[in-house]
T-cell receptor
Framework: EAGVVQSPRYKIIEKKQPVAFWCNPI?????LYWYLQNLGQGPELLIR????????DSQLPKDRFSAERLKGVDSTLKIQPAELGDSAVYLC????????????FGEGSRLTVL | QQQVKQSPQSLIVQKGGISIINCAYE??????FPWYQQFPGKGPALLIA?????SEKKEGRFTISFNKSAKQFSLHIMDSQPGDSATYFC???????????FGEGTQLTVNP
């Protein structure tokens, strides 16, 4: 069974440019998460979806970050405009709704803002 | 708000030795405590987890010890191997809220 798929794996952009990350969760997983991981730090939750509904987006900087999960499957995380401090790894994870404790992570999208 | 504090930040162990990583939490609503292992360039992967109704859980060479009164838990890796070299994250979760809060991570190096 395929794991969580993320793209692109790496992205380098100039500051003030937009960027988007895509995530395809494990089939059948209703819960999808976007986490931010700075170098040498633990992942921090940005947003959590239950199917199509964003149920926890309190940590998402809504002035520049947006996310969507159309049809309750794939998800896109967008940053517009990007700032230097946004350089980090953006991790997508999914989990079965009936056992939220185990998250299955993708390999992440590493963003570098110049 | 830092709710899970992890130590040490880095750890070097000889092959065959015991690796010990400690975590302390503040949120008494946490009722699930997983450990995740992350290799460079990969996402974290669940290693082992414990609920607060037990004091210890063992899976192969990996053991979690849990002290509810002290709000502390630790990961012990017995007979550490070079392949165990990775970053380890403890975490806490409120099942009702489903938000997983991670510690800062411990970079483990096992020398051959």
């Amino acid at each position: 069974e395929a794991g969580v798929v993320q793209s692109p794996r790496y992205k380098i952009i100039e500051k003030k440019q937009p960027v988007a990350f895509w995530c395809n969760p494990i089939s059948g997983h209703n819960t999808l998460y976007w986490y931010l991981q700075n170098l040498g730090q633990g992942p921090e939750l940005l947003i959590r979806y239950e199917n199509e509904e964003a149920v926890d987006d309190s940590q998402l900087p809504k002035d520049r970050f947006s996310a969507e999960r159309l049809k309750g499957v794939d998800s896109t995380l967008k940053i517009q405009p990007a700032e230097l401090g946004d350089s980090a790894v953006y991790l997508c994870a999914s989990s079965p709704t009936n056992f939220p404790g185990e998250l299955f992570f993708g390999e992440g999208s590493r963003l570098t803002v110049l | 708000q830092q709710q899970v504090k992890q130590s040490p930040q880095s750890l070097i162990v000889q092959k065959g030795g015991i690796s010990i990583i400690n975590c302390a939490y503040e949120n008494t609503a946490f009722d699930y405590f997983p450990w995740y292992q992350q290799f460079p360039g990969k996402g974290p992967a669940l290693l082992i987890a414990i609920r607060p109704d037990v004091s210890e859980k063992k899976e192969g060479r990996f053991t979690i010890s849990f002290n509810k009164s002290a709000k502390q838990f630790s990961l012990h890796i017995m007979d550490s191997q070079p392949g165990d070299s990775a970053t380890y994250f403890c975490a806490g979760q409120e099942t009702s809220g489903s938000r997983l809060t991670f510690g800062e991570g411990t970079q483990l190096t096992v020398n051959p």
